[in-house]
């Protein structure tokens, strides 16, 4: 047995081992780089990419409040994806999406908003104002 061990580790010794290959991937940020928050994405797709613009809202109030109001929505920049990469970015999204929520919770939809205190009820007999 001792014999037969040491004759394997004698093949394995001359005959060379494939070595794996790696790939590194530098990442390089040119000069006119630029990183932006959007709120939202609105897009859609051909039989040949799938289109997806990131956009920011801006409310503009125009007259009484009880007429309409207008929101400016600014698209800040426009991804332009394949097939296959749109289909790369859905599962990235996805495996990130659930470590997120694994660590913090599900992300829920609704807007948190402050709830709103009643008005402060004031004594008649406290002085206001500057004195």
Known sequence: MTEDV???????????????????IEFLKP???????????????????FR?????????MFGDSSESRVIERRVETE??????????????????INEYESVFGPISRTIMRPKKEPPKTVDSTELQGYI
């Open 6 to 24: 040491k004759s394997r580790e004698d093949k394995e010794s001359v005959t060379p081992k494939k070595a794996k290959k790696g790939i590194t």
């Open 52 to 60: 997806i613009g990131f956009y920011n809202d801006t409310p503009k």
């Open 79 to 96: 991804v332009i994806l394949s097939p296959v990469a749109a289909l790369e970015l859905n599962r990235w999204l996805t495996q990130h």
């Open 31 to 49: 000069d006119d780089f630029r990183q932006i928050y959007a709120i939202g994405a609105a897009g859609g797709h051909s039989p040949y990419d």
